[in-house]
């Protein structure tokens, strides 16, 4: 495939490759958790946005080939227009939510720094939810602590119901049977 097929010509706000196939939607998303952006300073920050401001406004200095990069390292909010947190773009997702104790908390951050911000949402609606994920994330690591401490005690009851269900099921099919 040309390589003008698969990185169309630059346009300003929209994915570098196309969303209509598995392999666009994929080098998009390799390109949004590239993780060059994370260390992204200032000084390329301000350049690459004076730079997508003077294509913007037809302005860009001839022999500039370099927008994509630009649109990439641009690390601001497309609706708030301010800068995201390093450990909240989507190429920190994966090292800075690493540690198992801050996942939640780290999965929150994320989603409120990515969010659509042209459609305001109450901030309860992100507490909600941080208050659901960490409320289960807990309640599933104490349950797996306690099963893999008294899971012995567990088999054993487990083995008991199984038992006398079997038996039920049995014995009311053996009764079944003789009424017939």
Not at 71 to 100: L, N
Not at 136 to 147: K, N, P, T
């Amino acid at each position: 495939m040309a390589e003008s097929a698969a990185c169309p010509a630059f346009q300003l706000g929209r994915p570098r490759y196309d969303q209509g196939s598995f392999l666009g939607r994929l080098r998009h998303f390799v390109d949004i958790i590239d993780p060059s952006t994370l260390f992204v300073s200032e000084k390329r920050l301000k350049e690459c946005i004076q730079l997508l401001d003077d294509y913007k406004h037809g302005s860009l200095p001839p022999g500039v080939s370099d927008l994509q990069k630009a649109q990439q390292y641009a690390i601001i909010h497309p609706d708030t227009g301010e800068k995201i947190f390093m450990p909240f773009r989507m190429s920190g997702y994966v090292p800075f939510g690493t540690p198992i104790w801050l996942n939640q908390s780290h999965n929150a951050c994320v989603n409120f720094a990515n969010r659509n911000a042209t459609k305001p949402t109450p901030t309860s609606k992100f507490l909600q939810g941080y208050v659901g994920a960490v409320t289960s994330a807990v309640s599933i690591a104490v349950s797996v602590f306690l099963i893999s401490i008294f899971g012995w005690f567990f088999g054993y009851i487990m083995c008991f119901f199984v038992q006398i269900i079997i038996l039920i099921v049995s014995f009311d099919s053996c009764a079944k049977a003789d009424n017939q």
